[in-house]
Protein backbone atom coordinates (compact mmCIF):
# COMPACT_ATOMS: atom_id res chain seq x y z
CA UNK A 1 0.00 0.00 0.00
CA UNK A 2 1.33 3.29 -1.17
CA UNK A 3 0.85 7.09 -0.73
CA UNK A 4 0.88 9.46 -3.53
CA UNK A 5 1.73 13.09 -3.49
CA UNK A 6 -1.01 15.13 -2.88
CA UNK A 7 -1.66 17.26 -6.47
CA UNK A 8 -4.22 19.33 -5.52
CA UNK A 9 -4.54 22.99 -4.06
CA UNK A 10 -5.67 24.01 -0.37
CA UNK A 11 -9.56 24.47 -0.95
CA UNK A 12 -12.34 24.97 1.21
CA UNK A 13 -15.34 23.63 -0.36
CA UNK A 14 -15.24 20.74 -1.59
CA UNK A 15 -16.94 17.52 -3.88
CA UNK A 16 -17.88 13.95 -1.88
CA UNK A 17 -19.65 11.37 -2.63
CA UNK A 18 -23.47 11.28 -0.65
CA UNK A 19 -23.91 7.49 -1.58
CA UNK A 20 -22.73 4.05 -3.05
CA UNK A 21 -22.13 3.80 -6.58
CA UNK A 22 -21.47 0.95 -8.58
CA UNK A 23 -20.57 -0.69 -11.66
CA UNK A 24 -19.52 -3.78 -13.81
CA UNK A 25 -17.23 -4.76 -16.74
CA UNK A 26 -15.87 -7.70 -18.41
CA UNK A 27 -12.32 -7.86 -20.24
CA UNK A 28 -11.50 -11.74 -21.81
CA UNK A 29 -13.45 -13.19 -19.47
CA UNK A 30 -12.50 -11.22 -16.26
CA UNK A 31 -15.15 -9.74 -14.68
CA UNK A 32 -14.40 -6.33 -12.65
CA UNK A 33 -16.82 -5.34 -9.89
CA UNK A 34 -16.30 -1.82 -9.08
CA UNK A 35 -17.56 0.18 -5.92
CA UNK A 36 -17.57 3.64 -4.75
CA UNK A 37 -18.01 4.16 -0.96
CA UNK A 38 -18.37 7.20 1.10
CA UNK A 39 -15.17 7.50 3.96
CA UNK A 40 -15.07 10.13 6.81
CA UNK A 41 -11.55 8.27 7.98
CA UNK A 42 -8.68 5.39 7.11
CA UNK A 43 -10.61 3.62 9.94
CA UNK A 44 -13.80 3.81 7.47
CA UNK A 45 -12.07 3.17 4.43
CA UNK A 46 -10.31 0.12 5.90
CA UNK A 47 -13.83 -1.04 7.55
CA UNK A 48 -15.53 -0.60 3.98
CA UNK A 49 -12.92 -2.84 1.87
CA UNK A 50 -13.16 -5.39 4.52
CA UNK A 51 -16.64 -5.69 4.17
CA UNK A 52 -16.12 -5.78 0.07
CA UNK A 53 -13.57 -8.76 0.78
CA UNK A 54 -16.17 -10.43 2.98
CA UNK A 55 -19.05 -10.48 0.61
CA UNK A 56 -16.76 -11.42 -2.62
CA UNK A 57 -14.52 -13.60 -0.45
CA UNK A 58 -14.55 -15.85 -3.72
CA UNK A 59 -12.61 -13.01 -6.43
CA UNK A 60 -8.83 -13.12 -6.98
CA UNK A 61 -8.05 -9.33 -6.21
CA UNK A 62 -9.70 -6.64 -4.42
CA UNK A 63 -7.40 -3.56 -5.54
CA UNK A 64 -8.24 -0.17 -4.05
CA UNK A 65 -7.79 3.13 -3.17
CA UNK A 66 -9.10 6.24 -1.19
CA UNK A 67 -8.22 9.91 -0.60
CA UNK A 68 -10.14 12.32 2.44
CA UNK A 69 -10.79 15.61 1.55
CA UNK A 70 -9.68 18.03 1.72
CA UNK A 71 -5.65 19.17 0.27
CA UNK A 72 -3.14 17.21 3.07
CA UNK A 73 -5.30 14.46 4.08
CA UNK A 74 -4.38 10.91 3.23
CA UNK A 75 -4.50 9.22 0.64
CA UNK A 76 -4.13 5.34 -0.29
CA UNK A 77 -4.09 2.56 -3.04
CA UNK A 78 -3.29 -1.35 -3.26
CA UNK A 79 -2.52 -3.76 -6.16
CA UNK A 80 -3.88 -6.32 -3.66
CA UNK A 81 -1.50 -9.30 -5.25
CA UNK A 82 -1.68 -7.48 -8.77
CA UNK A 83 1.28 -6.18 -10.54
CA UNK A 84 2.79 -3.08 -9.27
CA UNK A 85 0.77 0.25 -10.01
CA UNK A 86 -1.68 -1.70 -12.45
CA UNK A 87 -4.45 -1.16 -10.13
CA UNK A 88 -4.68 0.46 -7.52
CA UNK A 89 -3.34 3.54 -8.96
CA UNK A 90 -5.36 3.84 -12.10
CA UNK A 91 -8.19 3.73 -9.45
CA UNK A 92 -6.50 6.67 -7.61
CA UNK A 93 -6.38 8.69 -10.61
CA UNK A 94 -9.72 8.61 -11.07
CA UNK A 95 -10.67 9.65 -8.36
CA UNK A 96 -8.33 12.24 -8.73
CA UNK A 97 -9.92 13.00 -12.13
CA UNK A 98 -13.22 12.93 -10.80
CA UNK A 99 -12.36 15.38 -8.18
CA UNK A 100 -13.69 13.67 -5.33
CA UNK A 101 -12.69 13.60 -1.66
CA UNK A 102 -13.95 11.13 0.98
CA UNK A 103 -14.52 8.16 -1.66
CA UNK A 104 -12.85 4.57 -1.34
CA UNK A 105 -12.95 2.91 -4.64
CA UNK A 106 -12.96 -0.91 -4.70
CA UNK A 107 -12.54 -2.77 -8.16
CA UNK A 108 -12.96 -6.44 -7.59
CA UNK A 109 -11.92 -9.30 -10.23
CA UNK A 110 -12.35 -12.50 -10.90
CA UNK A 111 -9.75 -14.10 -13.22
CA UNK A 112 -11.39 -14.88 -16.41
CA UNK A 113 -8.64 -17.45 -17.23
CA UNK A 114 -6.67 -14.68 -19.60
CA UNK A 115 -3.92 -12.39 -18.47
CA UNK A 116 -4.25 -8.82 -19.48
CA UNK A 117 -0.70 -7.71 -19.39
CA UNK A 118 0.18 -4.59 -17.19
CA UNK A 119 -1.40 -1.83 -19.47
CA UNK A 120 -4.40 -4.24 -20.26
CA UNK A 121 -4.77 -4.15 -16.04
CA UNK A 122 -4.23 -0.20 -15.71
CA UNK A 123 -6.98 0.00 -18.79
CA UNK A 124 -9.72 -2.49 -16.68
CA UNK A 125 -9.25 -1.27 -13.48
CA UNK A 126 -9.02 2.52 -14.20
CA UNK A 127 -12.39 2.14 -17.04
CA UNK A 128 -14.52 -0.03 -13.81
CA UNK A 129 -13.51 2.86 -11.38
CA UNK A 130 -14.02 5.82 -13.96
CA UNK A 131 -17.98 3.96 -14.87
CA UNK A 132 -18.53 3.52 -11.00
CA UNK A 133 -17.42 7.25 -10.17
CA UNK A 134 -19.61 8.30 -13.45
CA UNK A 135 -22.69 7.01 -11.72
CA UNK A 136 -21.98 8.44 -7.97
CA UNK A 137 -24.28 11.14 -6.43
CA UNK A 138 -22.18 13.59 -5.24
CA UNK A 139 -22.34 16.98 -2.44
CA UNK A 140 -20.31 19.58 -1.70
CA UNK A 141 -18.78 20.21 1.53
CA UNK A 142 -17.41 23.64 2.75
CA UNK A 143 -14.67 23.34 5.64
CA UNK A 144 -15.39 25.88 8.18
CA UNK A 145 -14.16 27.39 11.34
CA UNK A 146 -15.89 27.49 14.30
CA UNK A 147 -15.96 30.59 16.94
CA UNK A 148 -17.80 31.49 19.70
CA UNK A 149 -18.32 35.85 19.86
CA UNK A 150 -20.37 37.56 22.72
CA UNK A 151 -21.27 41.21 22.26
CA UNK A 152 -23.04 44.01 24.53
CA UNK A 153 -27.18 44.82 23.78
CA UNK A 154 -25.74 48.22 22.95
CA UNK A 155 -23.54 46.69 20.21
CA UNK A 156 -25.92 44.53 18.71
CA UNK A 157 -26.04 46.68 15.02
CA UNK A 158 -22.09 46.10 13.93
CA UNK A 159 -22.58 42.70 15.29
CA UNK A 160 -24.80 41.96 13.58
CA UNK A 161 -23.63 43.82 10.57
CA UNK A 162 -19.87 41.49 10.68
CA UNK A 163 -21.94 38.69 10.83
CA UNK A 164 -23.85 39.18 7.52
CA UNK A 165 -20.49 40.66 5.81
CA UNK A 166 -19.47 36.77 5.33
CA UNK A 167 -20.14 33.18 4.70
CA UNK A 168 -21.31 31.82 7.98
CA UNK A 169 -23.42 29.18 9.84
CA UNK A 170 -25.20 30.48 12.74
CA UNK A 171 -25.33 28.69 15.79
CA UNK A 172 -27.88 29.15 18.48
CA UNK A 173 -28.29 32.28 20.56
CA UNK A 174 -28.03 32.57 24.53
CA UNK A 175 -28.74 35.78 25.75
CA UNK A 176 -27.11 36.68 29.34
CA UNK A 177 -25.85 40.10 30.54
CA UNK A 178 -24.26 39.71 26.93
CA UNK A 179 -25.16 37.92 23.30
CA UNK A 180 -23.53 34.61 22.98
CA UNK A 181 -23.34 33.10 19.19
CA UNK A 182 -21.55 30.47 17.98
CA UNK A 183 -20.62 30.66 14.19
CA UNK A 184 -19.32 28.72 11.76
CA UNK A 185 -17.24 30.69 9.27
CA UNK A 186 -15.62 29.58 6.20
CA UNK A 187 -12.16 28.71 6.80
CA UNK A 188 -10.47 30.72 3.90
CA UNK A 189 -12.73 33.84 5.47
CA UNK A 190 -11.78 33.33 8.83
CA UNK A 191 -8.77 35.57 9.30
CA UNK A 192 -10.97 38.21 8.02
CA UNK A 193 -13.94 37.57 10.36
CA UNK A 194 -12.02 37.50 13.27
CA UNK A 195 -9.96 40.87 12.43
CA UNK A 196 -13.43 42.83 11.01
CA UNK A 197 -15.39 41.86 14.39
CA UNK A 198 -12.43 43.01 16.41
CA UNK A 199 -12.72 46.21 14.45
CA UNK A 200 -16.74 46.92 13.91
CA UNK A 201 -16.88 46.48 17.60
CA UNK A 202 -13.86 48.57 18.49
CA UNK A 203 -12.00 45.53 20.57
CA UNK A 204 -15.40 45.22 22.88
CA UNK A 205 -16.64 41.93 21.37
CA UNK A 206 -15.35 38.92 22.34
CA UNK A 207 -14.84 35.90 19.97
CA UNK A 208 -12.59 32.87 20.27
CA UNK A 209 -12.01 30.20 18.30
CA UNK A 210 -13.27 26.66 19.05
CA UNK A 211 -10.95 23.63 18.71
CA UNK A 212 -10.87 20.27 17.14
CA UNK A 213 -11.84 19.06 20.57
CA UNK A 214 -14.25 21.49 21.05
CA UNK A 215 -12.51 23.65 23.68
CA UNK A 216 -11.87 27.39 23.13
CA UNK A 217 -8.62 29.10 22.49
Do not use: N
Not at 48 to 55: I, P
Not at 95 to 102: K, P, V
Not at 137 to 146: D, F, K, S
Not at 163 to 178: A, V
Amino acid sequence: MQTPHDPTGHSDAYRRPSARATAETRVKGSRFFAEVIPVRDPAGAGAGLDGVRRRWHDATHHCSAWRLGPAGSPFRFDDDGEPSGSAGLPILRQIEAAALFDALVVVTRWFGGTKLGTGGLVRAYGDAAREALMAVPVEECILRVRFVVDYAFEDTSPALHCLTRFDIERGELHYDERTRLEAAVRSSQADAFEKAWVEALRGRGGIRRVTADGTTA
